[in-house]
């Protein structure tokens, strides 16, 4: 009996511990909730959670939820349907390219001095041509009195043609080192090289070389793999076909001439004689031709580090420029026309953007002017 007792005795204790816990936090709930501070960020919090995209949908009913689920299969197919008819362009491209093929390389004669264009073929008609008759007609009477060994008639095609390309846009600009200027003035033409029927995805760009003191290569590439298909595991994020990996070439450098590395001498002490020796090594250095050896995408899954990863965009961003606006558009590059037109869409998106600024202040301050409470 005495035992039994002592049982009661415990649970009974148990009951009121437990009675008392619950009420100490009931007691601490009430004094959190009477806090200003912690019922303005719950308000906050619930505010947020009521316009989220998200938070609706949860509250939607399960039938509805289930037709939103195919809604997404729908899209996923819709996807699917987009690459292939990204896939059909990638084809018309190829198609395309055969047809300019025959201007470029007219354009490539042009430029080399290999053939001369015929009267009608440089005919043209400019925005400020009696601009042009006016200092062209100075310009021929200047011409006549010079000697005849400056004649303009001894200067081969279009002297610097593609360097110039490089010196007019900040993108590739960036990139040429002092020491790579001789070099680039050796390159006679970039072409574009799309991949054939029924191979993975990709284009070339294919970089052709004088003969030059620097490296025995006619012609430098660099390789593009692209993709055209929904990624897996996020599908709706498919916008059409992408630069997932790039190959570059062998540069065979002449003795002496390789511009992306460079050789520094370094001191060297010995811990127990105390001797000194010089050595030399080769160490990177900055040159556009890095280009040519790019920074690879790991295939086995491992990430790369940030400055990697912003090389390798940047890299990409690099090759796209080159294959949709230098080489189709090059002449315009060279005059610094297609450079001024970039510049003026962009300057023409501000202002807008400003100018819709202005109007959205002028339409608040007539309401306050209009409001009687004011």
Request: aromatic share 10%; with cysteine.
């Amino acid at each position: 009996m005495a035992d039994n007792s002592k049982t009661e005795d415990t649970a009974s204790d148990s009951v009121e511990a437990a009675k008392n816990a619950s009420d100490k936090k009931e007691k601490l709930a009430d004094q959190v909730m009477q806090n200003p501070q912690v019922l303005a960020a719950l308000q906050e919090r619930l505010d947020n959670t009521a316009l989220t995209p998200s938070s609706y949908i949860e509250t939607l009913p399960k039938a509805v939820k289930r037709r939103i689920d195919a809604l997404k299969q729908l899209q996923v197919k819709c996807a699917h349907i987009e690459a292939k008819f990204y896939e059909e362009v990638h084809d018309l491209e190829r198609k395309y390219a055969a047809l300019y093929q025959p201007l470029f390389d007219k354009r490539r004669e042009f430029i080399n001095g290999e053939a001369e264009p015929t009267d009608a073929e440089s005919e043209w008609h400019s925005e400020n041509e009696e601009e042009e008759k006016l200092a062209g007609d100075l310009k021929n009477v200047v011409v006549i009195e010079e000697k005849a060994e400056t004649e303009e008639t001894n200067v081969k095609g279009i002297p610097d043609f593609w360097f110039t390309i490089f010196r007019n846009v900040d993108m590739l600009s960036e990139l040429v080192q002092e020491y790579d200027e001789p070099i680039l003035k050796h390159l006679q033409d970039i072409k574009v090289k799309f991949s054939e029927p029924g191979q993975p995805m990709s284009f070339s760009l294919e970089f052709h070389f004088g003969p030059n003191d620097y490296f025995s290569n006619s012609v430098l590439t660099k390789t593009y793999k692209m993709k055209s298909e929904p990624d897996k595991t996020d599908p709706f994020s498919f916008e059409g076909p992408e630069i997932v990996d790039c190959d570059g070439c062998t540069i065979d450098w002449k003795k002496g001439k390789n511009v992306t590395v460079k050789t520094i001498k370094k001191k060297q002490k010995h811990k127990g004689r105390g001797t000194v020796r010089t050595i030399t090594k080769q160490v990177p250095n900055d040159s556009f031709f890095n280009f040519f050896s790019p920074i690879k995408v790991s295939g086995d899954g491992e990430s790369l580090d940030e400055d990697s990863e912003f090389t390798l965009a940047a890299d990409f961003e690099i090759g796209h420029f080159f294959r949709e606006r230098i080489v189709p558009r090059a002449v315009l590059y060279f005059t610094g026309e297609a450079i001024e037109d970039d510049d003026n869409f962009e300057e023409g998106e501000e202002g807008e953007e400003e100018e819709l600024e202005g109007e959205e202040e002028g339409e608040e301050e007539e309401d306050a002017e209009s409001d009687p409470k004011v």
